[in-house]
């Protein structure tokens, strides 16, 4: 992939009796082995579908194109610290644990419908990961070549906002049909996005949209939440 995000690569490319490998990615996670293929039906009531295609500044053997497609239909948590008024809410695809969707903000108040900006990476972001297996680099130099090798499993990362890869800030609405009742409860989210991207590189996501438009992504999430005061 890009310069930083293919640290499982272990193959080198041959370049004239030399070598060059691509160096490790600080924002890639270790993945599951192997793989598993998402087989999550698409249209279920709650269930949240992204579908990116992500594309670095140039293709080479530091830049690489990939796909991303999402489904979380299981809760992992949403926790609620009213006090502090923070929330964390992290949805997982029940058959393909590599695949999950995480949000995480301050400045939370109960209230039927609100809207919270995404714009600090360390306190208020969302990032998806999916394990995916991605064909190596081969050719004579970094420059001179193809993605067309043998596959290698990875477990990418992208986030927003990032300024270390140029994605802005996001946002996301939160919903609350019964905003005076008792946790646990459901909520609502629908978040908006300009782009997404890999931290620390050149890949930049965006939604795959009707005939493979690129767009901004969007997507609703529904999780059962629990409180704390």
Same mark, same amino acid.
């Given at each position: 992939?890009?310069?930083?995000?293919?640290?499982?690569?272990?193959?080198?490319?041959?370049?004239?009796?030399?070598?060059?490998?691509?160096?490790?990615?600080?924002?890639?996670?270790?993945?599951?082995?192997?793989?598993?293929?998402?087989?999550?039906?698409?249209?279920?009531?709650?269930?949240?579908?992204?579908?990116?295609?992500?594309?670095?500044?140039?293709?080479?053997?530091?830049?690489?194109?990939?796909?991303?497609?999402?489904?979380?239909?299981?809760?992992?948590?949403?926790?609620?610290?009213?006090?502090?008024?923070?929330?964390?809410?992290?949805?997982?695809?029940?058959?393909?644990?590599?695949?999950?969707?995480?949000?995480?903000?301050?400045?939370?108040?109960?209230?039927?419908?609100?809207?919270?900006?995404?714009?600090?990476?360390?306190?208020?972001?969302?990032?998806?990961?999916?394990?995916?297996?991605?064909?190596?680099?081969?050719?004579?130099?970094?420059?001179?070549?193809?993605?067309?090798?043998?596959?290698?499993? !990875?477990?990418?990362? =992208?986030?927003?906002?990032?300024? +270390?890869?140029?994605?802005?800030?996001?946002? %996301?609405?939160? &919903?609350?049909?019964?905003?005076?009742?008792?946790?646990?409860?459901?909520?609502?989210?629908?978040?908006?996005?300009?782009?997404?991207?890999?931290?620390?590189?050149?890949?930049?996501? !965006?939604?795959?949209? =009707?005939?493979?438009?690129?767009? +901004?992504?969007?997507?609703?999430?529904?999780? %059962?939440?629990? &409180?704390?005061?």
């Amino acid at each position: 992939m890009t310069k930083y995000f293919l640290s499982s690569l272990v193959g080198l490319v041959a370049c004239g009796g030399s070598s060059v490998q691509a160096p490790p990615h600080p924002g890639e996670i270790k993945g599951p082995d192997p793989i598993v293929v998402m087989t999550t039906p698409p249209g279920l009531p709650g269930v949240a579908y992204i579908n990116l295609t992500c594309n670095p500044a140039a293709i080479d053997c530091n830049g690489q194109p990939f796909t991303m497609s999402i489904a979380g239909d299981r809760d992992d948590y949403c926790r609620i610290d009213l006090a502090q008024g923070k929330l964390v809410v992290q949805k997982r695809n029940a058959h393909d644990p590599s695949q999950t969707i995480s949000l995480r903000f301050d400045g939370y108040a109960v209230a039927a419908t609100q809207r919270y900006a995404l714009d600090d990476g360390s306190r208020r972001s969302v990032w998806l990961t999916e394990g995916l297996s991605l064909p190596t680099w081969t050719g004579p130099s970094c420059y001179n070549g193809s993605w067309s090798g043998a596959p290698s499993k !990875h477990t990418v990362a =992208v986030s927003a906002p990032d300024p +270390s890869c140029g994605s802005p800030a996001c946002s %996301v609405q939160v &919903a609350d049909a019964d905003p005076t009742g008792a946790f646990p409860r459901p909520l609502r989210f629908h978040v908006s996005c300009d782009s997404m991207c890999v931290s620390n590189d050149t890949d930049v996501c !965006h939604a795959r949209g =009707v005939g493979g438009k690129a767009g +901004s992504i969007e997507f609703d999430l529904t999780a %059962v939440c629990d &409180a704390s005061r």
